[in-house]
């Protein structure tokens, strides 16, 4: 608000002048008479008090025991470090994370796969905005795996784009309006975890295609784990309530018979693991 | 300041002009002349009071990073080793990083990189499409860092690295007491880097670490640099060029954080490694360069490479708080 530059009604003049005669009205007004844009009551102390209304004089500095909690900003955090497995039958319906022919392969389209991704607990978070108008820093920390086996180059390279099969995405979604239930899809926050095996079902890749560190006889590739430090920088539009968190998703479509045997479909991760994952938010007024 | 002092009516005061005005005024005087130590109670500021925090604060995305395609795993960027004894010799590159290649003593591959003004090109990254490609950068009215009222810069970056890639020019895969082949892969890959640029004289710089070695020329060492190295691993298929992609992908995720002080301003270095001092800031910006190492066959003959990388889903923010820096 702003210091009182004068009431509504000003002592000593038009009715609250020499021989004016003031009604109840006019002594309220000069009491209360809120507004927006100035000061024109003593309805300024009503938490509308601005650096304005400080004694001029001297030189005056605020402590930090001044400013209330959470006037400027707020936070909070959720995180977790038990594993958690996410197995293929969650993503059956799901053939391939690229589009066909399996030449030239493309990722696809986030449009036909956001039905398919799966919270992680650990790494999702709801938060309070109590600003009309605030920016929300968000920042997250995830590391995954997964059980599939590298695939070989398709050939001739240069015309195929080499889209590696058997990779698990990890995506970021957030929601930027109060009490909305619909996130959004982050455009900018997603990975990818390749492979870690080569595979062992008796049909290894050549041996041309069998590439160091692995060697001939290691299987697992330490290497293939993957860790994200994500964030995000979010415009938030009212007080209420606003969710962020990562979802994962990863193509089933392995085939399972009457024996209950699995073998692989098209793209082979059976399982994927979620390791360590948090997720953090700070509010900033604006 | 004032006490606000109100003189209770009595029964018989009359609601006179100056009996309501000196009421009146000595609650206005009251009002508009506080004192912080007086009148200000323990949490008495709320939302309403205080402006926010931050005094600027913006963020840059876009999903493609790429400078010669609209597809992730297709390597865009491309460079070429010099072969060269002198290192700054680029000869085909956009930008390369060291070139460590001893003629005295043969191959010497310490993965180290040069001294300034030595230690190699770096360029913005930029988004897929027309030119001109919009560069990862944050731009925000210059700023004093020794300003009390924003003393620091904090910075975040992430880039997605796709692929990685490296190729020898006109070789077959070096024998003999070359290189072995984890050291090509230790040498050779692309770096990332925060830059901030001088408001005034409208110069790039990077931010280094002010206990960095310093013989002269300095080898500073650029605090906001992270590096991922080839994926390119088989020996036998190497990428042809740079249209092609690497057979392991990389899909790495590089995080940068970074609080920008007025002792980094004060600390900046020139493009001949002599120190700089600049006085306010406008702009930061992601740079990448990449790390093309010249190899050799095995007898001491210099090979170049070629390294190619593809990035995608690169976001950088930049937030200036309100705050006071702690000494000591």
């Known amino acids: 608000m702003v210091q009182i530059a004068n009431y509504v009604h000003p002592p000593g003049a038009g009715t609250l002048g020499a021989g004016g005669t003031p009604t109840g009205t006019d002594i309220e007004d000069n009491w209360y008479f809120p507004t927006a844009a100035s000061g024109v009551s003593l309805e300024v102390i009503n938490g509308n008090l601005d650096e304005r209304n400080l004694e001029q004089a001297t030189n005056q500095t605020f402590k930090k025991y001044h400013i209330q909690r959470g006037a400027l900003s707020t936070s909070g955090a959720v995180g977790s470090t038990a594993n958690l497995d996410y197995f293929w039958e969650l993503f059956a319906s799901l053939e391939k994370l690229y589009d066909v022919p399996v030449a030239n392969r493309r990722w696809l389209p986030d449009s036909d796969l956001v039905q398919y991704y799966e919270p992680i607990p650990g790494a999702n978070i709801e938060y309070y905005c109590p600003y009309d108008n605030a920016k929300v820093l968000l920042q997250w920390n995830v590391i995954w795996f997964n059980d599939g086996y590298l695939e070989a180059p398709l050939v001739p390279v240069p015309t195929n784009h080499n889209i590696q099969a058997n990779v698990t995405k990890m995506q970021m979604f957030y929601t930027d309006s109060a009490n909305s239930t619909e996130q959004i899809l982050d455009s900018v926050g997603n990975r990818k975890c390749p492979p870690g095996f080569i595979r062992d079902d008796g049909t290894l890749p050549a041996e041309e295609n069998r590439f160091p560190p692995w060697g001939d006889s290691c299987l697992y590739n330490a290497m293939f784990c993957r860790s994200w430090t994500g964030h995000k920088l979010v415009t938030l539009t009212g007080a209420g309530w606003y969710s962020a968190g990562l979802r994962t998703v990863f193509a089933g479509n392995a085939n399972q018979s009457n024996d209950g045997s699995i073998s692989p479909g098209t793209e082979s991760i059976y399982q994927t693991r979620v390791l360590t994952r948090s997720m953090r938010y700070i509010i900033f007024k604006s | ?328």
């Open chain 2, 1 to 328: 300041m004032p006490k606000m002092i109100y003189d209770f009516f009595d029964e018989e005061d009359p609601f006179t002009a100056s009996n309501l005005k000196q009421r009146f005024d000595a609650a206005q005087d009251a009002i508009n002349d506080l004192e912080v130590a007086s009148a200000l109670a323990k949490g008495c500021l709320n939302d309403g009071h205080l402006p926010s925090f931050l005094s600027f604060s913006a963020t840059t995305e876009f999903e493609l990073a790429n400078k010669s395609s609209s597809l992730p795993e297709v390597c865009g960027y491309g460079v070429t080793s010099d072969e060269g004894t002198a290192p700054g010799d680029f000869i085909n590159g956009d930008s390369y990083y060291y070139n460590q290649l001893n003629t005295a003593i043969g191959f010497n591959p310490i993965g180290q990189q040069e001294a300034m003004p030595d230690d190699g090109v770096w360029e913005p990254v930029v988004e897929s499409g027309v030119a001109p490609f919009t560069p990862l950068e944050v731009r925000f009215p210059p700023t004093d860092l020794n300003d009390f009222v924003n003393p620091v810069l904090i910075v975040l970056m992430n880039v997605h690295v796709e692929r990685v890639a490296f190729d020898w020019v006109g070789q077959n895969w070096p024998q003999g007491n070359a290189m072995t082949e984890t050291e090509w892969f230790m040498a050779n890959g692309v770096a990332f880097a925060i830059q901030m640029r001088d408001a005034d004289n409208l110069t790039w710089h990077h931010v280094y670490d002010r206990n960095g070695n310093t013989p002269a020329p300095a080898r500073r060492l650029r605090r906001t640099e992270r590096r991922i190295g080839v994926q390119t691993l088989d020996k036998n298929n190497p990428p042809a060029d740079q249209a092609s992609t690497s057979i392991v992908p990389s899909y790495r995720d590089v995080a940068i954080r970074c609080a920008i002080t007025a002792n980094d301003l004060q600390g900046a270095y020139d493009s001949n490694g002599v120190q700089y001092n600049i006085d306010r800031i406008d702009r930061v910006r992601g740079v990448l360069s990449l790390i093309a190492c010249t190899g050799s066959d095995g007898t001491a003959t210099p090979v170049e490479t070629t390294v190619y990388c593809a990035i995608s889903n690169a976001n950088l923010s930049v937030l200036m708080p309100r705050c006071k820096m702690r000494s000591g």
